[in-house]
C-alpha cells in the first residue's frame, strides 16, 4: 500500500496527473506509524494500491491534535 500526505495546493497537481509531490509518503508498505506536523491548513490522506488491478483493504486510525 501506498501512503501519502498532500496540502490543498499538492492535491490540484494530483488531480490533473501533474508530478507527485508530497508532504509524505510511505510506498509499499504493509503497516506503518506516521507522525506527522502540519501547520494551519487541508490535507489530504491518500491510500493507493501500488497495482490498480488489484483490490487492497485498508484498516486506519487516524488522530489529530491541536497544540
Known sequence: ???FIISDS???QWSTGATKASLFQ???TPT???RQL???GTY???FASPDPN???TVAAELYSKYD
Open 38 to 40: 502540519l501547520g494551519p
Open 44 to 46: 489530504y490522506i491518500l
Open 32 to 34: 506503518a506509524k506516521i
Open 1 to 3: 500500500m501506498n501512503f
Open 26 to 28: 510511505r510506498q509499499q
Open 10 to 12: 499538492q492535491f490540484q
Open 54 to 56: 488489484t483490490p487492497v
